[in-house]
C-alpha cells in the first residue's frame, strides 16, 4: 500500500509542477522572472563618499541617502527597481538595479545628486481674477539641511506618542529662531529634494537649538521622517563607480540561445542514459523530466529572479542531477551478480546513498558560500555569482530528491510487474 | 609514471601563466566596454581605460542620436578590481575549508579531507594556466564569471574524488592493510561511474559553449576545463597524495616501535 501513496504522491506532484511550468504564452498566470541581463536594464553601484561624516553618525547618514536613492527610484516608473546597500572594509556601496530603463545616463544624474532639504514658508498670493480663494505659495527660507545638524526619534514626555527632535547648529538655530518668529500659528513646510516630506505648524517662536515635531505619528512614521531629514541634514555625495546596462535586443537573443542550448543539452543527456543503461536510463530520463518541471514550477512560484548565470546553473545541475542515478545503477550492475535482482535494487539505493549524501553537500557548501544568504560582507552579496549559486543549490536539493526518491518509486514499479525487465546488457 | 603526467601538466600550465600572463577583464582592470549595433546591421565594440569615461559618455550620447542602438554599456571603476579579488580569495579560502573539514568529518581523517583539497588545488591551477593560453590565442578575458567558475569547479572536482573515497573507505573494513591495491582497485572500479558522471556534465557545458551565446561561453568553457580536470585529478593526484601519506605515516609508526 504504501508503494501506492509514494507513487500517487510523485504522480501528483509531477502533474502539479508541469501546469505551472508550462511556457510563457501558455500559463500567463505564473511568470518567470528574468534578470537584467535577460529583460535588459541597467545595475549601478554607487559609492558613498562618507569621509567628511564623523563615525558615529555614518549609519545614520547611510540610512537617509539610501532612503534618498530608493525615493528618487520609484520616480522613473520602471517595474520592480531594487536598492541594496553593501559594506566591503570600509566602503560604502549602494546597488540601484532598474529593469527595462531607457536612459541610463539621466538615470545616473538624477540619482547621484545630492539631496536638498530646505525649510519654506507658505505665502498667500491674492488671485488675479475677483472673488476666486488666494492660493499658496512655497517660499524657500534660508535655512538649508547644512544647518540641521541632526533629526531623531523622541517620546513626547507628556503624550508618550512618537515625536521628531531637531537640532540645529547655532547659525541654524538663529535663523530658526527668525523664522518661527514670522510664522507663529502658520504651517513651516520641509521640503527635500522638492518634495514635502512634512509641514508642521509653528506654534511659537523658537529660540533654543532644538525643536519637536509632534502630531499623531506611528512609531514607523516618525522614524522615516527622520530618515529623510537626516538625509538632508547629514549629506553624503555619491560617486558612480560600476555600471552594467544590457539592451532589450541583447537580452532577448540570450533568452532564445539559452532556451535552445537547455533543450539541446538536455537531449544529449537523456540520450546518454539510454545509450549507456538501457532500460534503466529510461527511468533515470522519467526522473530527470520530473526534474525539469519541479525545477521550473519552483522558479515561478518563489519567485526566482533568472539570470545568464543562473540558466548556466540550472543546466549545470541538470547535469548532476543524473549522477546520483549513474552511481545507483553502477552499484546495481555488481549487486546484481550476487543476489536477486530486486534486492540489489534495494542494496544499490543503501550503498550508493553515502557517496552521493557526502559529494553532494560537499557542492551545497559550496554553493552555500557562493549565494551567501546571511550577507556575509566579505563575501560577494550580490549579483551575478549569487544567481548561479542560487539556481546551482536549488538544482542539487532538487535533484536529491528526484535522483533517490523518485527513481527509486518508479524503478520498484517495474520490477513489481515483472519478474525481470531490468537487465540493461 | 601517473606522478610524471602531473608534473608536467601543472609545469606546463605554469609555465604559460608565466609567459604570456592573463588577460585580465574590466571587471579587474577597471574601463569601459561598449556595443552598439547600427541600422544597416553593423555593430561595433568599444573600449576604454579607466580614465576615459567621460568620452566613453560623450560617445554614447553620440551615437544614440544617430540612431545606433545600445546592445550593451559595462563601466567599471577603478576601485571595484580589488574588492573583487580579495573577495575571490575570501571565498575560495572559506569554501575549499568547509570542504576540507567535510570530507575529513566523512571520513574520519584528515588525511582523505587534505588530499581532496590539494587535488582541488591542482584544478584551479590548471584552470588559470589554461585560460592564460586561451587568452593568448583565442583572447579569452578573466572576468566575474571566471570567478565563479573557479569556486564552482572546487565542488566539481570534489564530487568525483568523494566516489573514490566512497570505495576506499568500504574496502579499508574489510582489507586494513594494503592501502595501495586497495586504492588502486577503488579507482579502476569507480572509473565509469566517474566518467559518465562527468560526460553528464561536459554535454550539457558543450550546449552552453555551441549555443547558449557569447555572455557565457568563456564561463562554459571554464567550468569545461574544470570538470575535466577534475575527472582526472581524483584518480591522479587525490588518490595517489592519499595513499602516499598513508603509507609514509604507517612507515613513521613502524620506525617509531
Known amino acids: 500500500m504504501k508503494k501506492i501513496w509514494s507513487l500517487s504522491f510523485i504522480a501528483i506532484l509531477t502533474l502539479a509542477a508541469a501546469f505551472i511550468s508550462l511556457p510563457l504564452n501558455v500559463n500567463k498566470k505564473f511568470d518567470l522572472k528574468l534578470g537584467l541581463d535577460l529583460a535588459g536594464g541597467s545595475r549601478l553601484v554607487f559609492e558613498a563618499d562618507v569621509t567628511k561624516i564623523s563615525t558615529d553618525r555614518k549609519e545614520t547618514a547611510l540610512a537617509g541617502v539610501r532612503d534618498v536613492i530608493e525615493r528618487r527610484v520609484n520616480l522613473f516608473g520602471v517595474s520592480e527597481p531594487t536598492v541594496q546597500t553593501s559594506r566591503f572594509e570600509g566602503k560604502d556601496r549602494i546597488i540601484v538595479e532598474l529593469p527595462g530603463i531607457k536612459d541610463t545616463k539621466e538615470a545616473v544624474d538624477l540619482i547621484g545628486k545630492t539631496a536638498q532639504l530646505v525649510f519654506a514658508e507658505v505665502r498667500e498670493v491674492p488671485s488675479d481674477e475677483p472673488g476666486a480663494s488666494p492660493s499658496a505659495e512655497l517660499v524657500p527660507t534660508d535655512l538649508t539641511g547644512a544647518d540641521l545638524e541632526s533629526a531623531s526619534v523622541v517620546f513626547d514626555s507628556q503624550t508618550g506618542k512618537p515625536a521628531i527632535s531637531l537640532q540645529f547648529t547655532s547659525e541654524g538655530g538663529n535663523k530658526f529662531a527668525a523664522i518661527t518668529k514670522r510664522n507663529v500659528g502658520k504651517p513651516l513646510p520641509i521640503v527635500l529634494d522638492q518634495e514635502i516630506v512634512t509641514q508642521p505648524t509653528v506654534q511659537e517662536e523658537i529660540i533654543s537649538n532644538q525643536a519637536q515635531i509632534t502630531g499623531s505619528f506611528t512609531v514607523e512614521e516618525a522614524k522615516k521622517l527622520s530618515i529623510q531629514l537626516n538625509a538632508g541634514a547629514l549629506p553624503v555625495p555619491i560617486n558612480l563607480v560600476q555600471e552594467t546596462t544590457v539592451g532589450a535586443t541583447l537580452g532577448a537573443l540570450s533568452v532564445r540561445q539559452s532556451i535552445l542550448a537547455g533543450i539541446v543539452g538536455v537531449s544529449m543527456v537523456a540520450l546518454f542514459m539510454i545509450l549507456a543503461y538501457g532500460k534503466l536510463g529510461i527511468v533515470a530520463d522519467l526522473g530527470l523530466f520530473i526534474f525539469a518541471v519541479i525545477t521550473i514550477a519552483l522558479y515561478k512560484l518563489i519567485p526566482i529572479t533568472l539570470t545568464l548565470p543562473g540558466i548556466a546553473g540550472f543546466m549545470l545541475s541538470v547535469g548532476m542531477a543524473v549522477d546520483s542515478n549513474i552511481l545507483i545503477f553502477e552499484r546495481f550492475k555488481e549487486e546484481k551478480l550476487i543476489r536477486a535482482i530486486p534486492d540489489a535494487l534495494e542494496v544499490s539505493f543503501g550503498r550508493a546513498w553515502d557517496s552521493i549524501r557526502d559529494a553532494n ?52 514499479l517495474f520490477i513489481g510487474k515483472s519478474g525481470e525487465p531490468l537487465k540493461n546488457d | 609514471m601517473k606522478y610524471r603526467w602531473l608534473y608536467l601538466l601543472i609545469s606546463g600550465t605554469v609555465l604559460a601563466m608565466a609567459k604570456w600572463g592573463m588577460a585580465i577583464g574590466i571587471d579587474f582592470t577597471g574601463g569601459v566596454v561598449a556595443e552598439y549595433t547600427f541600422s544597416n546591421g553593423e555593430s561595433k565594440t568599444l573600449k576604454y581605460a579607466p580614465a576615459k569615461i567621460d568620452q566613453a559618455e560623450k560617445e554614447r550620447a553620440e551615437l544614440k542620436n544617430q540612431g545606433a542602438t545600445e546592445i550593451r554599456f559595462e563601466n567599471v571603476g577603478p576601485s571595484i578590481g580589488p574588492e573583487l579579488v580579495k573577495k575571490t580569495v575570501y571565498a575560495l579560502l572559506v569554501s575549499s575549508g568547509a570542504i576540507l573539514l567535510w570530507i575529513a568529518y566523512r571520513f574520519k581523517s584528515f588525511k582523505f579531507g587534505v588530499s581532496a583539497t590539494l587535488a582541488t588545488l591542482h584544478d584551479s591551477l590548471v584552470l588559470l594556466g589554461s585560460f592564460s593560453l586561451l587568452g593568448h590565442f583565442l583572447g579569452a578575458e578573466m572576468d566575474f564569471l571566471f570567478v565563479t567558475a573557479m569556486l564552482t569547479v572546487l565542488s566539481f572536482s570534489v564530487h568525483d574524488t568523494i566516489v573514490v573515497y566512497d570505495r576506499i573507505r568500504e574496502f579499508r573494513k574489510k582489507f586494513p592493510d594494503d592501502t595501495y591495491s586497495l586504492a588502486n582497485n577503488a579507482i579502476s572500479e569507480t572509473m565509469v561511474r566517474s566518467l559518465n558522471n562527468s560526460f553528464t556534465i561536459i554535454f550539457m557545458l558543450i550546449a552552453l559553449i555551441l549555443m547558449g551565446g557569447e555572455t557565457v561561453r568563456w564561463f562554459a568553457v571554464a567550468l569545461l576545463v574544470g570538470t575535466i580536470s577534475g575527472t582526472y585529478s581524483s584518480p591522479f593526484v587525490a588518490v595517489p597524495i592519499f595513499v602516499t601519506w598513508d603509507e609514509l605515516g604507517k612507515r613513521f609508526k613502524a620506525l617509531k616501535k
Open chain 1, 361 to 412: 553537500i560537499a557542492t551545497l557548501v559550496t554553493a552555500f558560500i557562493l549565494a551567501n544568504p546571511l550577507d556575509w560582507q566579505f563575501l560577494h552579496t550580490s549579483g551575478p555569482v549569487r544567481g548561479f549559486a542560487i539556481t546551482l543549490a536549488m538544482g542539487i536539493a532538487i535533484s536529491l530528491f528526484t535522483g533517490i526518491f523518485v527513481s527509486r518509486n518508479l524503478l520498484r
